[in-house]
Every structure is written in C-alpha cells, then in structure tokens.
C-alpha cells in the first residue's frame, strides 16, 4: 500500500500570501489529522477530519483552516502568511477512530518557508 | 489537560549501547493511548508502538521494548544494542479516547548513536 502522500514537499512564500497543502490518506483510510512542527512549540495539532467533517480544532487563528474530500483527501489553507509560520507541516491518516484504531500514519511533511 | 514530558532532550551513545528514553505523560482520562514515534532527518514520522491504558504489559519487538506503568504514569522506551540507523528524534504521544485522534506530542528526544 502507498503511504500518506503531502504536496508539495517544499514551499517558499512571501509574507502575506496564503497557500495551500495538500494530503492524500492512505487508501481506505477515512481519518486525517494536521500537525504543525516548529522548532520551539515541537508538533502540535491544527486538526482533524473524518467524513468531511472537521472532529477536532487546535489552538491556532482562523487564518488556518482545512477541508476534507469525499475521497478522503485533504486540504489545508493558511492566509495571510506570517513568518511564524515557517514549519514542517504534517499529514496523518488512521482508518477510523470508530473502528477502535488510533494508530496514526504520518506523511512526509510539506516544510514551508515565510520570508 | 493532557501532557507529555520527554526530560531528555538529547543522548549521544556509542554504537551497542542500551538507551531509554523517558516520557512521563498527564491525563484525567482513564481510557487513553500512548504512543513512540521516531523522526529519522527525513522528517517522516514513523509509528513505533501503541499501548492502550489498560495493558500494562511489557512489549518487545527485536532491539526495541517499552515498560508502561500506569502508578508512574510513565512508558519508557529502551534500545538495546544501539545501531547507527537508530539515530533519530523520538516522540512520546497521548491520545485520549473519546471520538478524537488528537495526539499530543512530547518535545522530543534527539537520540544519536555514533560508530
């Protein structure tokens, strides 16, 4: 089977932007997490859907939002771009919460570059 | 709320050394799981271990076993015979029951294991 696959791998933007990461689960798997990993705050969860549906939020601003597709892909957008936001962000994919399995797979990362 | 402590933040080993690796976590939850991810410098995340809160047993996998004890809130992680390949960033995680996903990480311990 194929891992978690994010695109792209490397982004470079300016600040102010906006920019979209993208995450293909593992197939049949029907739950994706996002996680952002920067040096000082370590890996911290942004969120967490399931069915198209967001389950779960972390603490970040608005300007982080997500989406699910019916394939189960995902989508993460950040607007307005801020320096601090330079990170490795990360893509999970577990078959279903439901189904008693909380073993998470994790993609490569998409590591972003704010300047 | 939930917490994972990793004490260490970096070990430096000569090669068929045994390692451990601390991670003490908190949670008001009595169902919870936890888990041992490894980081090698290509940034994937790569899944290790799970345990659930009521397993207590002791697991081995080759070089690799983790102690859980639920009385310390501990779940250790030891390499025996260390490897170069082990070199890597570890992460304890915690994940609660409850419809949610949502891994909270430790900061990570820096593991590197020098010929």
């Known amino acids: 089977k194929a891992g978690v696959t994010q695109t792209p791998r490397y982004l470079i933007k300016t600040r102010g932007q906006q920019v979209t990461l993208s995450c293909s689960p593992i197939?049949?798997?029907?739950?994706v997490s996002w996680y952002q990993q920067t040096p000082g705050q370590g890996l911290q969860f942004l969120f967490e859907?399931?069915?198209?549906?967001?389950?779960n939020k972390g603490n970040f601003p608005g300007r982080f939002s997500g989406r699910q597709f019916s394939n189960s892909r995902s989508e993460m957008n950040v607007s307005t771009l801020e320096l601090g936001d330079s990170a490795l962000y990360l893509c999970?994919?577990?078959?279903?919460?439901?189904?008693?399995?909380?073993?998470?797979?994790f993609g490569p990362g998409t590591r972003l570059t704010v300047t | 709320a939930q917490k994972v402590t990793q004490a260490q933040t970096e070990i430096s080993v000569v090669e068929k050394e045994d390692v451990t690796l601390d991670c003490v976590y908190e949670?008001?939850?009595?169902?919870?799981?936890l888990f041992w991810y490894k980081q090698p410098p290509s940034g994937e995340l790569v899944f290790l271990i799970r345990?659930?809160?009521?397993?207590?047993q002791n697991e081995i996998s080759g070089r690799y076993s983790w102690n859980f004890q639920k009385s310390t809130s501990s779940f250790n992680f030891t390499i025996t015979a260390s490897q170069v390949v082990d070199s890597a960033v570890y992460f304890c995680?915690?994940?609660?029951?409850?419809?949610?996903?949502?891994?909270?990480f430790g900061k990570g311990m820096k593991l590197t294991v020098n010929p």
């Open positions: 859907y399931f069915s198209e549906t967001q389950r």
């Open positions: 949670t008001r939850d009595t169902t919870y799981y």
């Open positions: 999970a994919s577990s078959p279903s919460f439901r189904q008693g399995s909380y073993e998470q797979y």
């Open positions: 995680a915690l994940s609660e029951a409850g419809g949610s996903e949502k891994l909270v």
């Open positions: 197939s049949g798997h029907r739950s």
């Open positions: 345990r659930n809160s009521f397993d207590e």
